[in-house]
């Protein structure tokens, strides 16, 4: 079993890596593998031929299996239900496949398809501080949460937390009704939410 091999210029790792997905298991007996994308429309997968491999955070690879590959180069990719399929260079059949299993995937930022005026990329919420109209601080993005309806972001505020106590944390829809502004560049989100809510 031969595992793709890339050079050191191949492989450069990009500084906006960002985490799309997982491979699960090998797709056929000739080579495909299956990636179970993190969101529910998997364009960052689709935009890039150059998805870049780290191993799961679960048990280390076996003894006299071969190292995973830091770069796949893939030559086809498409839906298939809730996964991915994907066809990648020199990857040539079942047991290669099977031996990316568990990797997670990361692609850089930049070959994500540019967004609607009005959309965003979780990735790029996280972090940005979040304030209301009256310019009072609520915290940061920490994460954003799916219920099926819309997003809602998680706002942590480290700074309202007294002494030993847990963080203030909210959670405020990202709809319209709520969310006045996203000012990616400003790294800020303006909302109509009170510190009392």
């Not at 997982?22 to 969101?39: C, E, H, L, N, T």
């Not at 491999?53 to 180069?73: F, N, W, Y």
């Not at 920490?142 to 909210?170: F, I, K, M, N």
């Amino acid at each position: 079993m031969n595992l793709p091999t890339t050079s050191p210029d191949d492989a450069a790792w990009p500084e906006d890596a960002v985490e799309v997905g997982r491979i699960v298991d090998a797709y056929g007996i000739k080579g495909w593998i299956k990636v179970q994308p993190y969101s529910a429309d998997p364009q960052a997968l689709f935009s890039s031929r150059r998805w870049f491999l780290k191993a799961s955070e679960g048990p280390r690879r076996a003894p006299g299996v071969a190292a995973l590959p830091t770069l796949l180069k893939i030559t086809e990719a498409k839906d298939h239900g809730d996964v991915v399929v994907a066809r990648v260079r020199d990857v040539e059949d079942r047991n290669a496949a099977e031996a990316l299993k568990g990797a997670r995937v990361f692609v850089s930022r930049a070959s994500f398809p540019t967004a609607d005026p009005d959309e965003f990329y979780w990735v790029d919420l996280i972090g940005l501080a979040v304030v209301n109209r009256q310019g009072e601080a609520l915290g940061q993005v920490a994460d954003l949460l799916d219920t099926g309806a819309h997003s809602v972001l998680r706002v942590v505020d480290e700074a309202q937390a007294s002494a030993g106590a847990e963080p203030v944390e909210r959670l405020i829809p990202f709809v319209s009704a709520y969310v006045d502004a996203v000012d990616l560049a400003g790294r800020r989100i303006t909302v109509d939410w009170g510190l009392d809510y």
